[in-house]
């Protein structure tokens, strides 16, 4: 440790501050979460301040009771949610990958105002979520929204958009779809442009079609691309919290919720479950982990094999 300091303390110095904000911003945070997740800790028995009177914590370790709690289902709300968060990644992740694929296929093309279309599909990426989210609500509103004033130009009756439960989450997927397709469309777009022309004419020459040139050409060469948007798509989604909350509202919201508005509503709800949140919170990072884990060794040994 010595010698190597000696030899790249200059490294060392700009790691540093890093290393502090890391520790300040993330690791102490998840420890404390991991902590409270072996608690009872609550609104009423965690340590609080009225007035000049401080009243200290009095919430007891309770060991995996929480964890057993929410994992066999005596909770009633983590499988449910779980299920319909599942569902919820998957058809976003789906949809944006799949989008952005096609456009990116479109883009890739020498086509006049090449330049224009990409300005214009990259738009809402740099929209920030909570005002693409409003202005959405606006359209999805059932009185005077765009989506039911064409449907009554149709001669189709009003749709519930933010109230039907299961318009709910169709309204839901739509806008993040609209919002994360931008992402997959440009790391998409880079990686067909990173594919040798070479290949895909000497593909021609050997009389592949096009289906066979993008199928044996084109989505080998976006493996590399194409496995690390989806495994960034799945975490983001799996925890894209501001849309599900800003969309529906906390009281709106009680069956569309996924498992990270979920454990924010039991840290600020009417009554604060803290420890409930905590568990959570460490159930959804050990989920995420373990599924990163798997998938990396799987694209690993899909290499390995080929």
């Not at 995996?64 to 929410?70: C, S």
């Not at 149709?154 to 309204?171: E, H, I, N, S």
């Not at 997927?173 to 442009?193: D, K, R, S, T």
């Amino acid at each position: 440790m010595k010698r190597s300091y000696d030899r790249h303390w200059y490294a060392w110095a700009m790691v540093l501050p890093v290393v502090l904000v890391i520790g300040v911003l993330i690791a102490y945070p998840l420890g404390r979460g991991v902590y409270l997740s072996f608690t009872d800790a609550n609104e009423l028995n965690v340590a609080k301040q009225l007035g000049a009177t401080e009243i200290p914590a009095t919430y007891q370790f309770v060991g995996f009771d929480n964890y057993w709690r929410v994992l066999s289902g005596a909770d009633g709300e983590f499988y449910p949610k779980l299920l319909w968060t599942v569902v919820w990644t998957v058809s976003c992740v789906f949809f944006h990958y799949t989008i952005g694929l096609g456009l990116a296929l479109l883009l890739n093309r020498k086509v006049r105002g090449r330049s224009l279309y990409r300005v214009l599909l990259i738009l809402p990426w740099a929209v920030p979520a909570f005002v693409a989210t409003y202005i959405w609500r606006m359209m999805y509103n059932s009185e005077s929204g765009i989506f039911n004033a064409v449907l009554g130009q149709l001669g189709m009756g009003p749709v519930d958009w933010l109230g039907d439960t299961f318009m709910q989450k169709v309204a839901v997927i739509g806008v993040n779809v609209w919002l994360g397709v931008p992402f997959m469309m440009v790391a998409v777009l880079g990686g067909l442009q990173s594919i040798s022309s070479e290949q895909y004419e000497a593909a021609e020459m050997d009389g592949a079609s096009p289906w066979q040139r993008f199928r044996h050409v084109t989505l080998p060469g976006l493996r590399p691309v194409s496995a690390t948007v989806i495994l960034l798509g799945t975490i983001w989604t799996f925890n894209m919290f501001p849309i599900i909350y800003l969309m529906l509202g906390e009281a709106n919201a009680l069956h569309s919720e996924i498992l990270v508005t979920y454990a924010y509503r039991l840290a600020f709800g009417s009554v604060r479950d803290y420890a409930g949140a905590a568990t959570y919170g460490i159930l959804i990072l050990s989920m995420l982990l373990v599924f990163a884990v798997f998938y990396r060794r799987m694209l690993n040994r899909q290499e390995v094999a080929r």
